[in-house]
């Protein structure tokens, strides 16, 4: 299994002091945060892609080819990739170039986002979610695989002997997740491609994902790309730690009562109950954390939110200390145990080179 977390880039004063970083220290952090995830044994830092305040990340590809010039192990990926918005010829081309500008370590999760006011400022209709998804995507896949591509479609100007550069590093494309919270098409587009399937995990309760993942495993195998069990899962979550459970509640709750995602809603101990989320000891962390395989079987991907809600950057590098000498470790021995060797393992850039040849 991978290990990562991944960051929304939220830009949010701090409830505790009121002070709210610019945008220029936000991103900063970000920078150091990745670069803490790769010194604390962790796999994965992805970065969203938002297009409107209170959010920075607007330009990933920019953001994740800066931290590959300062990693070396790290996989760097997109926690979402708006292929609604983007077109398509320029993700090709974006990532194929990040593909080689950082030897293979990157991936993306594709998705429509959650903010409605993005279609219209990049010319699209909302109501047109799901095909600009459907189209788009089917495109992106063609212009990685095939040298030169003829295409017309509904949503943008046809393709004529069209050849995206660079060429996939290897000739083998960025392994792509299909990233949704709530839409069924989704897992079944993801399904058909015999591509991964990244749950968010942070919002709604467990049955929730359940269905759609369980929809995802069975539509894998209906289009023969394996079992259920060998589909490509990963799954999201956020966790908040202390030694002890009572100072993390304590700590943590001035910035849950204030996110701008899920702040003045349910309480902090409701929406533990009926969500993902986890404040507590590192022990906690692990337990609950551990339940997911139960939930929803054998997966490739566990990323965890750290950083959101105007935590201080010192506060989320404590807590990537945490994770990577108390929690992941354990996560990855206990994963393993009883784990079926059907199951495949997360996918790399040298894994799906191998598998080709």
Known sequence: MQFGIFTVGDVTPDPTTGRTPTEGERIKAMVTIALKAEEVGLDVFATGEHHNPPFVPSSPTTMLGYIAARTERLILSTATTLITTNDPVKIAEDYAMLQHLSGGRVDLIMGRGNTGPVYPWF??????????????????????????????????????????????????????????????EIAEQAAYYGDGFFANNIFWPKEHYQRLIALYRQRYAHYGHGTPEQAIVGLGGQVFMRKNSQDAVREFRPYFDNAPVYGHGPSLEDFMEQTPLTVGSPQQVIDRTLTFREHFGDYQRQLFLMDHAGLPLKTVLEQLDILGEEVVPVLRAEFAKDRPDTVPDAPTHAALVAARD
């Not at 909302?126 to 479609?153: F, K, S």
């Not at 392994?175 to 839409?183: D, E, P, T």
């Open 123 to 184: 010319g699209q209709d909302i109501r047109m979610g799901i095909p600009l998804a459907v189209e788009n995507y089917a495109l992106l896949h063609r212009l990685w695989r095939e040298d030169v591509v003829d295409w017309e479609g509904r949503f943008r100007t046809p393709l004529q002997g069209f050849t995206s550069t660079p060429r996939p590093l290897d000739g083998v494309p960025p392994f792509v997740w299909h990233g949704s919270i709530r839409s069924p």
